[in-house]
Nanobody
Framework: QVQLVESGGGSVQAGGSLRLSCAASGIIFGIYFMGWYRQAPGKQRELVATITSGGTTNYADSVKGRFTISRDNAKTTAFLQMNSLKPEDTAVYYC??????????WGQGTQVTVSS
């Protein structure tokens, strides 16, 4: 059974930091592209960051310079380090595993709330 389990969300003050984790099982982790997406209330789900199987990263302009995506293939876990958090970062954050053209896998989401 494929599972992606996010953890590390919570409530922080603006300017603070959080580190999200995505523990994967049931897939050959090292051949999947991993990603983080987020969805704020009333808004569309948007891409935050991706990392290829080879370690190449891509970021949304809104988080570039503040967030860092990484992966530990031995632990089959992806991470999202979030620094200098802003209230507009408040959203449910979802982990994603992709190996096109197959249908991607999604985690259950973890809430991140940033107060001013």
């Amino acid at each position: 059974q494929v599972q992606l389990v996010e953890s590390g969300g919570g409530s922080v003050q603006a300017g603070g930091s959080l580190r999200l984790s995505c523990a994967a099982s049931g897939i050959i982790f090292g051949i999947y592209f991993m990603g983080w997406y987020r969805q704020a209330p009333g808004k569309q789900r948007e891409l935050v960051a991706t990392i290829t199987s080879g370690g190449t990263t891509n970021y949304a302009d809104s988080v570039k310079g503040r967030f860092t995506i990484s992966r530990d293939n031995a632990k089959t876990t992806a991470f999202l380090q979030m620094n200098s958090l802003k209230p507009e970062d408040t959203a449910v954050y979802y982990c994603n595993a992709q190996r096109p053209p197959a249908i991607p896998f999604w985690g259950q989401g973890t809430q991140v709330t940033v107060s001013s």
